[in-house]
């Protein structure tokens, strides 16, 4: 039985009642299931996701204009938090920030949303727009602070471009994650990323952190 299959409850009808969190919530989820399964966002219909969530279309058309609108909500509501980080050096904290990618990218859930975002963006810019909004520019400003704070206290020379540095950083997570079938993202290949590019961008005569 696949992921699909295992449908929330049925919630029936809300017509004439306040809109129910619970059924905002089994819509999204059903959309990620979906996702999970591997149905492109361009065969997911209104009927396949009320059917898994167990709603009636009318639930769907409610709260939502299209499945444009309702997929922007879905990255929303399935990108965790980032996590708080140490700030004890900048070598530690771009391992922990490449160590989320990673893990997100290997995540089946956060892997559909992406390969699906970035599917999408030349089609759709405005779930593109979303994706961008609330998961890659948060993400970059806090690997930016990071260099930032690391040429601040003398761990990254002055002088050099932050904003493709940190795309030195990301960029062979990315690549991986768009050219496997399967990602091939070993445990430490962060700590192997960030070394390797640090290695050419401490100031001369610091020693490694």
Known sequence: MSRAESR?????????????????QAILEAVLMLLEDGVPL????????AR?????????YRRWNGKEDLFVDVIRAAEPAERE??????????????????QRSLARRSSAILHTAHAQMRSSPKIWAAYHSGV???????????????????ELRTGIDLEL????????????TFVHHDPDLPDGLPE??????LHGLRPVGSPRS
Request: proline fraction near 7%; charge should be positive; hydrophobic fraction near 40%.
């Open 192 to 197: 192997q990323i960030v070394d390797t590019v």
């Open 52 to 60: 898994t969530a167990g709603v009636g279309k009318a639930a769907i």
């Open 85 to 102: 980080l140490p700030g004890t050096s900048m070598r530690d904290d771009l391992v922990l920030l490449l160590e989320s990618l990673r």
């Open 136 to 154: 890659i520019t948060p993400r970059r400003d806090l690997g930016l602070e990071i260099l930032r704070r690391g040429q601040l206290k003398g």
């Open 8 to 24: 929330p409850p049925s919630y029936g009808s809300t017509r004439g009642r306040p809109r129910s969190k619970a059924v905002e």
């Open 165 to 176: 540095t940190i795309d030195m950083f990301v960029g062979p997570l990315l690549i991986r």
């Open 42 to 49: 361009a065969d997911l219909s209104v009927e396949s996701i």
